[in-house]
């Protein structure tokens, strides 16, 4: 499954980007009744899909990962180099 595959490059973003003031990662389980909620008010029909918002909540990015993490772009939007 491209979604698990996909997990050891998050956790690496997460560690590289992460931290108290800087990115927070959040992962939904489209499955769940809170991702299904999600997916629809973001219009998620590809999973894994990347979002990046800015602090005060706007989309910043979207990506559909179906051909791998797009790790540069998401290190792009986030202002990381």
């Keep these: 499954m491209v979604c698990l595959s996909a997990k050891p490059v998050v956790d690496g973003l997460e560690e590289e980007l992460g931290g108290p003031t800087r990115v927070r990662v959040l992962r939904a389980d489209m499955r ?20 990046a918002f800015a602090g005060d909540g706007r989309l910043l990015l979207r990506l559909n990962g179906t051909s791998g993490v797009p790790t540069a772009a998401l290190r792009r939007a986030l202002g990381s180099p």
């Design 32 to 51: 769940s009744a809170a991702g299904r909620a999600l997916a629809e008010r973001y219009q998620i029909d590809t999973v894994p899909s990347f979002l």
